[in-house]
């Protein structure tokens, strides 16, 4: 059963950085395809940024920029740094693989 477990959320004023970890319990990390994406409060969820076992990163125009997905395989970690951040980023943020959601970490962005 694959379990992923996502952490580094928090409150951070406008302009701030957080970095969050998603980390897998999963055999074969290293193949698979990771997302990051974030649900605002009433908002559907929406993709943030992907990265696949190559290394090729996509991103949402919204994190173009500002933000940076990276992965570990030796840790079967994945990572997302979140630089000059806005208050419109708050949500909660979820890395995704395959079909398995993590349980999320809240980011809220002060104004």
């Known amino acids: 059963q694959v379990q992923l477990v996502e952490s580094g959320g928090g409150l951070v004023q406008t302009g701030g950085s957080l970095r969050l970890s998603c980390a897998a319990a999963l055999s074969a990390f290293g193949l698979r395809t990771i997302g990051w994406y974030r649900q605002a409060p009433g908002k559907v969820r929406e993709l943030v940024a992907t990265?696949?076992?190559?290394?090729?990163?996509n991103y949402a125009d919204s994190a173009k920029g500002r933000f940076t997905i990276s992965r570990d395989n030796a840790k079967k970690t994945v990572y997302l740094q979140m630089n000059s951040l806005k208050p419109e980023d708050t949500a909660v943020y979820y890395c995704?693989?395959?079909?398995?959601w993590g349980q999320g970490t809240q980011v809220t962005v002060s104004s």
């Open positions: 990265i696949t076992s190559d290394g090729s990163t």
């Open positions: 995704k693989i395959g079909i398995v």
